[in-house]
T-cell receptor, first 113, second 113 residues
Framework: GENVEQHPSTLSVQEGDSAVIKCTYS??????FPWYKQELGKRPQLIID?????GEKKDQRIAVTLNKTAKHFSLHITETQPEDSAVYFC????????????FGKGTTLSVSS | SAVISQKPSRDICQRGTSLTIQCQVD?????MFWYRQQPGQSLTLIAT?????????ESGFVIDKFPISRPNLTFSTLTVSNMSPEDSSIYLC??????????FGSGTRLTVV
């Protein structure tokens, strides 16, 4: 089955800096790669996703890149703000087949002002 | 995208008892999934529930402990049976219609005393 590795486990940045979180996956059949932000006591919220037919996707300060050959994808947050502080999870699935999302272990991002 | 109502939102239960968690989706979804999120950890897949067939359980999870029902395309339940303090966790349901991505319920925070 799918296995998703996520690094780093914690990340501390100054406000305005960029943050990068990286994930690798094992199943070449995976074709859907979402990123979730989870604040304390709340459900995971989808912040951006990418499908295997594109290499990069951007949404304002957030971008995701995908390298299918190397089986890794990354989340990039630019101009970080204190409200970006949260736990971020990457995940992978075969979205076309409707298989379950398999999550990485998460990255705790702290943005200090 | 679909909206999932999950209940109860939290409960405190005595060891040895059982709790049934319900998830109601506002539209039909092909697949539903149940996850466990232990404190400070990532989401771990318990099982995949397809309508009209027995749920498929991940390694480490068994039907006797976590029986699941999926009577139609908009509803599913997870029962945590014969609970022990180690079952204290957040339980989340999720659904997908494949094209729309994945939606999560708000979670059930279970404490076993």
């Amino acid at each position: 089955g799918e296995n998703v590795e996520q690094h780093p486990s914690t990340l501390s940045v100054q406000e305005g800096d960029s943050a990068v979180i990286k994930c690798t996956y094992s199943d070449s059949a995976s074709n859907y790669f979402p990123w979730y932000k989870q604040e304390l006591g709340k459900r995971p919220q989808l912040i951006i996703d990418i499908r295997s037919n594109v290499g990069e996707k951007k949404d304002q300060r957030i971008a995701v890149t995908l390298n299918k050959t190397a089986k890794h994808f990354s989340l990039h947050i630019t101009e970080t703000q204190p409200e970006d502080s949260a736990v971020y999870f990457c995940a992978a699935s075969n979205g076309q087949a409707g298989t379950a999302l398999i999550f990485g272990k998460g990255t705790t991002l702290s943005v200090s002002s | 995208s679909a909206v999932i109502s999950q209940k109860p939102s939290r409960d405190i239960c005595q060891r040895g008892t059982s709790l049934t968690i319900q998830c109601q989706v506002d539209s039909q979804v092909t697949m539903m999934f149940w996850y466990r999120q232990q404190p400070g950890q990532s989401l771990t897949l318990i099982a995949t529930a397809n309508q009209g067939s027995e749920a498929t359980y991940e390694s480490g999870f068994v039907i006797d402990k976590f029986p699941i029902s999926r009577p139609n395309l908009t509803f599913s339940t997870l029962t945590v049976s014969n609970m022990s303090p180690e079952d204290s966790s957040i339980y989340l349901c999720s659904g997908t219609g494949t094209a729309e991505g994945y939606t999560f319920g708000s979670g059930t925070r279970l404490t076993v005393v």
